[in-house]
C-alpha cells in the first residue's frame, strides 16, 4: 500500500471552524424554545438529608420545574455498574438525584429548570434543604482503619475491592535478595479539567419520534445505549451526538453522570428541548477527579543492582462511588512493573470509599501512579547501592530482542499483558543524550558554587494501548460530492481524529486527506463501537478505518477491471484517479467510478453521464450476485490484546531552596508509539500530556478539609499550568512497530503525563541532594518543597 | 456561575457617585475594574442590592504630578486603569518600586480593566498595589457628601478585604511620594505561577546618606498578614546603621518575626513568615544596589564586608 | 442623575464592525450577551471567574474579560470577537494561518481567546522575544496543547 500520507505532519481539517469561532460545542447549540438546567448540590460531605422544601424554587418567576428524587419514578436507580469485577465486591454508583443522603459536597440532590440559567441559579438558592450532618471521611488510611465511619453503612471498613495480582514468588526472591529497600509513596488527588465543562442538550423531537442528545461525553454510542434502556426507547429513536468537545481527558466518559439522566428526561417530560452548561466551580465538584493512591512498596535487589522483585500494596481512592469500577488500581498494578525484567512481583490493592468526588480514569488512569512507584524504587536502590541511576535502568530493562515479554499479569481489559514490541535502552539513550547527561555533574557543580540549586531526573515507562472491545468505521465514496465519507462513533476531544483518520484512508484511495470527511461521535452514524479512551482510537478505529478503505480499494479495483478488462491486481489509485498500471489512459476519476458502482436508472451529475457511456450490454443482474452498491464498506477492528506504548522523558530544573520555587529549564521527551499516522498531531499529544504531568507534580491538587469541604473550588486554587510554567518540550522518537495490528500502531494519547511527577521527584532530590532530600509525595507545592530542606537542616 | 439579581446605576461623574453611595450605602457596591468584583459576584459570595458602577466617570482616570506637604509625589485617580500606569513610561521611571510592582499585578487582560483605586480599596493583603502604597507611606483622598479627607496609607488598611472607608465614602484619588535623593527600591515576589497573588511580597525602599549610613528605610509585607504590613523593628534596626549584608539577614529574620500569618491551600503559615524574611533581605540586597551612584560616580551601592549589627 | 436604578436597559454598541442593541437585564454578563443575545458563540465561558482566558474579546481594541463585564457596561463601546478576525468565507488571519501550520490548537476551545490576546499583543509588540510571547501568553489558560506550537505559530505569524 502507498504511503504518501500516512506519517506526515498533514495540517488538520477540522482546524478553520476552530479558528473562525465556528466550533460546534454543546453548549454553542440553542435549539429554539430552549430553557436551561441547573443543579442543586450537597453542601456537606457527609449527611442525612432530612427534608427538601422545594417550594418557592417552584413560585419563583421563570421556573418550569424543580425536580428532587421522588420526581425521577422509576428511572430513580442507580447508575449501571459499568466495568465490573470480581475483585470489586462492595460496588456503589449514583443515584441521579440523591434521596436519604449525600456522600460527598456536589453530589446532586435537586433539578432545576428555568427559562435562563440565571433564573434557574436564583431557584437553586430558593430551595431549602436540611441536612444532619454525618462524620466525614477524608483521608484514605484513616478510611480503614478500625472503628472509622462508614461512607456506605454496608460496605466494611470502606472497602470496595481488594485485588491481589502475583507474578513469581516474591517471599522467596526477597529472601535471597542481597538487599530490600523500602518505602512509603503518596500521589495526592488532582483532575483533567478540560478547559470545555461538561453540557448537555436534549430535545425530543415529536415528529421524528426521536430523542437527540448533545453530550460531551467520549463515549456516545454507550450513552445512546444506556438512554435507550433506561428511557424504554428502541436504540434508533435515540441519537447521542458529541459534537465537537472542548478536551476529555478521562474526565467526560461516565455512564452515568447524573445530569446524562436528568437532562434528557427532562426534555422528555417537558416537551421542551433542555440545555445545562456546567460551569467550572461546579465541575471542580461535580465532575470526576483522580489520581489519589497511597503506596508501601518494597523493592528487592541484588548487589549488582539487578531488580529481583517488588511488593507493592497500596490504597487506592475511589472517592464517594465506583462508577468505572476498579479500573485505575487494575491499571496502577499491571503498569507498575513498566519497562524492567521483574521476574517476582506482589501487588495487592484495596480500593476505599471517602466523602469525595467519586474517582474515574483521568488521561494516564493509574499509570502515573504506578511509574511513580517504580521509578522511586528504582531510584532508592540505585541511591542505596552507590549505583548511577541510568546504569541500573539499562540493567535491567527488558531487551529489544526480549519480545514478546510477558509480564505475567492480567491488563485491564482481561488480556495478558504481553509487550508486543519496543526498544527501551534507545530511547533511554536518545533522552541522556539530548538532556545532556554527562557533563551535567560539571555543571551542577559549578551553579552550585554560584548557590544555585539544578537537578536532572529521568523516568521511564510502558503503556498498555489499543485495547478492544472494538471499534468500527463506515467508509464510503461520494461520487458527487467528490468526497470520500467516513463515519466512527468514537467521540473527538482534540486528538484530530478528522485528520489522521482521513490519512489513512487517502492513501488507500489515492484522495487527498482534505477530501476525506470524518465524522466521529454521532450514534446516527455509527452504530456500533465504545468510545474515546485509554489511548485506543488511533489503534483500534485506525484500523478500522484502514480495513473499511481497503475493502472499498478493493471493490473498487473490482469493478475498474471489469470496465477496463484488467486484473485487480493490476489497478492503480494515485491523483484522485483508478487506472491500469502502465496503461493509465484506461482510467477514471475514482468518483466516476462510484457514480458507476450504483446502477440506478437516474444518477445526477457530469460523471453519471460520462460514466454511463462506459458499461457496456452485459448479461446477468445489474447488481451482481453477492455485491452491494456504492464504493461502501463497513469494518471493524478487535484487538486481543493491549499494544504496548513506551517512552523515556529527561528534564532540568532548578530549585530555590529557600522559597521552594521551581523552575523547568530543559525537558526531553522520547516517545515510542510504533508507527506514526500524523507526527505533528503525536507530538501535540505529548506535548499537552506533558504540561499535565507538571501539573501533577507542582500545580495541581484538589485540597479538602477534615469535614470533606473542597478547598480548590475555583482556578484561582487549582492552578493550571500556564505558558510561564510549562518549558519548550523537545520530542525524539523511536519506532517499534505493533505487530498486533495491520498499520503497526501504538496509542499516544496519555503518554506525555505518566512519567512526569518520577522524574520530577528524582530531579528534586537531585537538586537538593546537598541536604540529602527523598521526595516521596507528588505534587509539591513551595512550602513543602521548602519543608524537605528545613528538615533535613 | 451566574450573578444574583441587583438593580444597577451607573453615575457619570463624582457628585452623583457619592449620592448613590449615600443613599444605598452598605446595600451598595462600588464596581470599579471588575477583576475582583465580578468573580463574586458570579459566585454568589457578594449580593448586593445596587451595583454603583463607576467605569463611566472619566474625571477618575488620571494621572498628574502633586506636592502635598512639600512632599513631590504622583496622583493617581482612582479609576486609572492599570494598563495605563504600566504604559506611562516617564511616571514609572520617577516611582521605581510601582514600576517593578505593576508587571506582577495579574495578566494584560486582569491589568487593561483593573484601577489603581479598585485594588487599593479591595485591600487583598496579597496585592502588589495596596503594598506599595503601604511601603511609600502614600495618602488616599476619600469623599461623601459629607465632604473630603484624606487617609495617610497607614490608616487605609483595618483588615484583608477592610479599607478604612465608611458606608457612604468612595477612593477618588492615591498619592504616591517620589523617592528622596540616594534611595533605591526593588519590590520582590514568590507568587505559585506568573500573574497569580503574591504568596508573599516585600517591598523595600532605602535611602542612604552619603557617609552609607541608611537614612531612611521602608519595609513593606504582603500576602502574611489580614493587611500588607510593614516591618517596624526590622526599619528600626537598620535607621541609622551602616548598610551590610548580614545587617539586612538581621533585618529579614526580624520582619518574619513579627508576623502572624494565615496558611491557606497555597501555603501554610511557617511558609508565609520564613520566605517573608527571605524576601525581605533581597528586597535589601536589591534596593541597595539600585541606589544610584554619587556625582563622582563612586557607588554606595557596593556593600562593604559584614561589620557586627547593632 | 442618568442612572435610575435599573434592572433592564436598553444597549447599543459596535461588535466586529456592525452596530446591534438589544435590551438586557442589567445582570447579564457580557459574554452571555455575545453568545446568547449575538449567536457569537465563538467567545466561550471556561471558568466565569476571570482565570481561564477562554472570554477574551476585545474592547476598544484591548483585550478584557468578557465574563467580568455585564453587557450594560460593553454600551456605546467597540468590540471585537474571533468572528471578526477575518470575513466570512474570506481568507484567514495571519495569525490563524499561523495556528493552522503549527498545530497550535488541539480541542479548539481556548483557541478564540488566544487570537484575540494575540492579536493585540502583537500590534503593541510586533517582534517579541519568546519570554515576552509566553509572558502574554500566561492568561489564556490550553489543558490540551501544553502551549508550544502556539509559541511556534506566534513566531511564524511575525516572521511572515
Known amino acids: ?793 | 456561575m451566574k450573578p444574583p439579581p441587583f438593580a444597577y446605576v451607573d453615575p457619570h461623574n463624582v457628585a452623583e457617585a457619592l449620592d448613590a453611595l449615600g443613599e444605598y450605602r452598605d446595600e451598595g457596591k462600588v464596581l470599579a475594574g471588575g477583576q475582583s468584583l465580578v468573580p463574586l459576584l458570579n459566585m454568589r459570595l457578594a449580593q448586593p442590592r445596587v451595583v454603583i458602577d463607576l467605569n463611566r466617570i472619566t474625571e477618575l482616570d488620571f494621572i498628574a504630578a502633586r506636592n502635598t506637604n512639600g512632599a513631590e509625589g504622583i496622583t493617581f485617580g482612582a479609576m486609572t486603569r492599570q494598563r495605563s500606569v504600566e504604559d506611562a513610561q516617564d511616571v514609572l521611571a520617577q516611582l521605581p518600586m510601582l514600576k517593578e510592582a505593576i508587571g506582577w499585578v495579574g495578566h494584560p487582560q486582569i491589568r487593561n480593566r483593573g484601577t489603581v483605586g479598585g485594588s487599593i480599596a479591595h485591600a487583598d493583603p496579597a496585592a502588589e498595589l495596596p503594598l506599595v502604597f503601604r511601603a511609600l507611606d502614600g495618602a488616599a483622598t476619600v469623599r461623601s457628601r459629607r465632604g473630603s479627607r484624606t487617609i495617610p496609607a497607614s490608616d487605609f488598611f483595618v483588615y484583608t478585604f477592610t479599607p478604612a472607608l465608611e458606608a457612604d465614602e468612595m477612593l477618588v484619588d492615591i498619592w504616591l511620594p517620589l523617592p528622596a535623593p540616594r534611595t533605591g527600591q526593588a519590590f520582590v515576589e514568590v507568587a505559585r505561577r506568573h500573574g497569580d497573588f503574591a504568596l508573599v511580597a516585600a517591598a523595600a525602599s532605602l535611602t542612604l546618606d552619603e557617609h552609607r549610613v541608611c537614612s531612611d528605610v521602608r519595609i513593606a509585607i504582603g500576602g502574611a498578614a489580614p493587611t500588607p504590613v510593614r516591618a517596624t523593628r526590622a526599619e528600626a534596626a537598620l535607621r541609622g546603621q551602616r548598610v551590610s549584608l548580614d545587617a539586612f539577614r538581621q533585618a529579614g529574620q526580624l520582619a518574619g518575626e513579627d508576623l502572624e500569618p494565615t496558611a491557606d491551600v497555597h501555603a501554610d503559615a511557617a511558609y508565609r513568615r520564613e520566605v517573608a524574611g527571605v524576601l525581605t533581605y533581597r528586597a535589601l540586597k536589591l534596593a541597595l544596589e539600585r541606589v544610584p551612584p554619587e556625582p563622582d560616580g563612586s557607588s554606595t551601592a557596593a556593600p562593604k564586608p559584614a561589620e557586627p549589627a547593632r | 442623575m442618568t442612572g435610575v436604578i435599573d434592572t433592564v436597559r436598553d444597549i447599543a454598541l459596535t461588535v466586529n464592525g456592525e452596530q446591534r442593541e438589544g435590551r438586557v437585564p442589567v445582570r447579564l454578563l457580557l459574554s452571555d450577551f455575545l453568545r446568547g443575545h449575538l449567536g457569537l458563540t465563538g467567545t466561550h465561558l471556561g471558568c466565569e471567574h476571570g482565570v481561564c482566558g477562554c472570554c477574551t474579546v476585545l474592547m476598544d481594541g484591548e483585550p478584557i474579560r468578557s465574563c467580568l463585564l455585564f453587557a450594560v457596561q460593553a454600551d456605546g463601546h467597540a468590540l471585537t470577537t474571533v468572528e471578526g478576525l477575518a470575513p466570512d468565507e474570506g481568507p484567514l488571519h495571519p495569525l490563524q494561518e499561523a495556528f493552522r501550520e503549527e498545530h497550535a490548537l488541539q480541542c479548539g476551545f481556548c483557541t478564540p481567546g488566544f487570537l484575540i490576546t494575540l492579536v493585540s499583543f502583537l500590534q503593541r509588540n510586533p517582534d517579541p522575544s519568546d519570554e515576552q510571547i509566553r509572558e502574554a501568553l500566561s492568561g489564556n489558560l490550553c489543558r490540551c496543547t501544553g502551549y508550544q506550537n502556539i509559541v511556534r505559530a506566534v513566531k511564524r505569524a511575525v516572521s511572515h
Not at chain 1, 460527598?104 to 437553586?124: H, K, S
Open chain 1, 1 to 793: 500500500m502507498p504511503t504518501r500520507w500516512f506519517g506526515e505532519p498533514v495540517r488538520r481539517n477540522e482546524d478553520p471552524r476552530f479558528l473562525t469561532g465556528k466550533g460546534n460545542f454543546v453548549d454553542d447549540i440553542n435549539p429554539p424554545g430552549a430553557v436551561h438546567a441547573a443543579v442543586l448540590r450537597s453542601s456537606l460531605a457527609h449527611a442525612r438529608i432530612t427534608r427538601i422544601d422545594v417550594e418557592a424554587a417552584r413560585q419563583l418567576d421563570g421556573v418550569l420545574a424543580v425536580w428532587t428524587w421522588e420526581d425521577l419514578g422509576d428511572l430513580w436507580r442507580p447508575s449501571p455498574m459499568v466495568v465490573p469485577h470480581d475483585a470489586l465486591t462492595h460496588p456503589k454508583t449514583q443515584y441521579p438525584l440523591a434521596k436519604d443522603k449525600v456522600n460527598y459536597v456536589g453530589e446532586a440532590v435537586a433539578l432545576v429548570v428555568a427559562t435562563d440559567r440565571y433564573v434557574a441559579e436564583d431557584a437553586c438558592d430558593l430551595i431549602e434543604v436540611e441536612y444532619e450532618p454525618l462524620p466525614a471521611i477524608t483521608d484514605t488510611e484513616a478510611a480503614v482503619a478500625e472503628g472509622a465511619p462508614l461512607v456506605h453503612e454496608d460496605v466494611p471498613n470502606n472497602v470496595a475491592a481488594t485485588l491481589t495480582q502475583q507474578v513469581g514468588d516474591v517471599e522467596r526472591a526477597f529472601d535471597e535478595a542481597d538487599h530490600v529497600f523500602s518505602e512509603r509513596l503518596l500521589i495526592e488527588r488532582s483532575a483533567g479539567q478540560p478547559m470545555e465543562t461538561r453540557a448537555i442538550a436534549a430535545q425530543w423531537d415529536e415528529l421524528e419520534r426521536v430523542l437527540t442528545v448533545w453530550d460531551t461525553t467520549q463515549a456516545p454510542l454507550s450513552i445512546r445505549n444506556g438512554l435507550a434502556v433506561l428511557l424504554g426507547l428502541p436504540e434508533n429513536a435515540v441519537r447521542v451526538v458529541a459534537p465537537d468537545v472542548g478536551g476529555g481527558f478521562g474526565t467526560k466518559i461516565m455512564m452515568f453522570y447524573p445530569e446524562e439522566v436528568l437532562v434528557p428526561l427532562a426534555a422528555m417530560r417537558l416537551r421542551r428541548p433542555v440545555k445545562w452548561a456546567e460551569d467550572r466551580r461546579e465541575h471542580l465538584i461535580a465532575s470526576n477527579h483522580e489520581r489519589g493512591q497511597v503506596h508501601e512498596a518494597s523493592i528487592a535487589v541484588r548487589a549488582d543492582g539487578t531488580i529481583l522483585g517488588i511488593k507493592d500494596v497500596f490504597l487506592h481512592d475511589t472517592g464517594a462511588y465506583t462508577p468505572y469500577g476498579i479500573v485505575v488500581p487494575i491499571v496502577t498494578s499491571t503498569q507498575l512493573p513498566g519497562p524492567y525484567r521483574l521476574p517476582n512481583y506482589y501487588s495487592e490493592s484495596r480500593t476505599v470509599y471517602t466523602n469525595k468526588v467519586p474517582v474515574t480514569p483521568y488521561r494516564g488512569a493509574g499509570r502515573p501512579h504506578g511509574c511513580f512507584v517504580m521509578e522511586r524504587l528504582v531510584d532508592l536502590a540505585a541511591r542505596e547501592l552507590g549505583m548511577d541511576r541510568a546504569e541500573i535502568r539499562f540493567k535491567n530493562f527488558i531487551q529489544p530482542d526480549q519480545f514478546p515479554w510477558d509480564v505475567g499479569l492480567t491488563f485491564q481489559d482481561g488480556a495478558p499483558t504481553r509487550y508486543d514490541s519496543g526498544n527501551y535502552p534507545e530511547g533511554l539513550r536518545i533522552a541522556l543524550e539530548h538532556i545532556g547527561y554527562d557533563n551535567f555533574p560539571q555543571k551542577q557543580a559549578e551553579l552550585r558554587e554560584q548557590g544555585r540549586y539544578l537537578g536532572l531526573g529521568m523516568a521511564s515507562y510502558v503503556e498498555g494501548t489499543g485495547i478492544g472491545p472494538y471499534e468500527g468505521a463506515h467508509v464510503r465514496v461520494d461520487g458527487t460530492a467528490q468526497k470520500v465519507i467516513v463515519a466512527t462513533c468514537v467521540g473527538t476531544q482534540g486528538q484530530g481524529h478528522q485528520t489522521s483518520f482521513a490519512q489513512i484512508v487517502a492513501d488507500e484511495l489515492g484522495v487527498r486527506p482534505d477530501q476525506v470527511v470524518i465524522t466521529t461521535g454521532d450514534s446516527r452514524s455509527m452504530n456500533w463501537g465504545s468510545g474515546t479512551y485509554a489511548s485506543r482510537s488511533a489503534v483500534v478505529t485506525g484500523n478500522a478505518v484502514g480495513a473499511a478503505s481497503r475493502t472499498v480499494r478493493e471493490k473498487t479495483a473490482q469493478l475498474a477491471a471489469e470496465l477496463f478488462e484488467a486484473s485487480p491486481a493490476d489497478i492503480e489509485f494515485e491523483d484522485e484517479r483508478v487506472f491500469v498500471r502502465g496503461s493509465p489512459e484506461f482510467g477514471l476519476p475514482l468518483w466516476d467510478i462510484a457514480v458507476v458502482a450504483n446502477p440506478i436508472r437516474y444518477a445526477y451529475g457530469t460523471q453519471a453521464a460520462q460514466a454511463i457511456k462506459l458499461l457496456k450490454n452485459r448479461e446477468g443482474p445489474p447488481l451482481p450476485e453477492g455485491t452491494d452498491p456504492g464504493l461502501e464498506a463497513r469494518k471493524y477492528f478487535s484487538p486481543a490484546q493491549a499494544t504496548f506504548a513506551s517512552g523515556n522523558h529527561a528534564a532540568i530544573l532548578e530549585v530555590d531552596p529557600q522559597t521552594g520555587i521551581v523552575t523547568i529549564l530543559k525537558y526531553v521527551a522520547v516517545h515510542d508509539c510504533g508507527r506514526v499516522i500524523n507526527p505533528m498531531i503525536v507530538e501535540g499529544q505529548v506535548h499537552g500530556g506533558v504540561a499535565q504531568g507538571i501539573g501533577g507534580s507542582f500545580y495541581e491538587r484538589l485540597v479538602y478539609d477534615q469535614d470533606g469541604q473542597p478547598l480548590s473550588t475555583t482556578f484561582m486554587d487549582y492552578l493550571i499550568p500556564t505558558a510561564m510554567e510549562v518549558p519548550e518540550i523537545e520530542c525524539y522518537h523511536v519506532e517499534t512497530p505493533s505487530p498486533l495490528n495491520p498499520l503497526g500502531i501504538k496509542g499516544a494519547g496519555e503518554a506525555g503525563v505518566i512519567p512526569v511527577p518520577a522524574l520530577m521527584a528524582q530531579a528534586l532530590d537531585d537538586a537538593l541532594s546537598p541536604w540529602g532530600v527523598r521526595v516521596t509525595e507528588m505534587p509539591l507545592n513551595p512550602g513543602q518543597i521548602r519543608e524537605l530542606v528545613r528538615e533535613r537542616g
